[in-house]
Nanobody, 115 residues
Framework: QVHLVESGGGLVQPGGSLRLSCAASGSMFSMFTMGWYRQAPGKQRELVALMTSSGVTNYLDSVKGRFTISRDNDKNTVDLQMNSLKPEDTAVYYC?????????WGQGTQVTVSS
């Protein structure tokens, strides 16, 4: 069992930056693929970024070059650094831990990009 808690969301102006953090409890954190997803009102949840247990990353095309995912296996955390934010980045952002058929989700944190 893995329990995930996100933090770091908020209101930011276009062009600004935010750093989201996800703290995981439970064992074997380093073995999980960790991901950040987002869901905007009226839209499906989409994968924003993920990092496998071996450090391979994958990003949504629209965030490449602006967002960076990182993880600290000693602290059981995964972060999402978001730069050059746009209004279309507004969504609830969720942390996910996945290994084999098991997946766990955090409760989400709101990110609003608006002037």
């Amino acid at each position: 069992q893995v329990h995930l808690v996100e933090s770091g969301g908020g209101l930011v102006q276009p062009g600004g930056s935010l750093r989201l953090s996800c703290a995981a409890s439970g064992s074997m954190f380093s073995m999980f693929t960790m991901g950040w997803y987002r869901q905007a009102p009226g839209k499906q949840r989409e994968l924003v970024a993920l990092m496998t247990s071996s450090g391979v990353t994958n990003y949504l095309d629209s965030v490449k070059g602006r967002f960076t995912i990182s993880r600290d296996n000693d602290k059981n955390t995964v972060d999402l650094q978001m730069n050059s934010l746009k209004p279309e980045d507004t969504a609830v952002y969720y942390c996910q831990a996945r290994r084999y058929l098991n997946e766990y989700w955090g409760q989400g944190t709101q990110v609003t990009v608006s002037s």
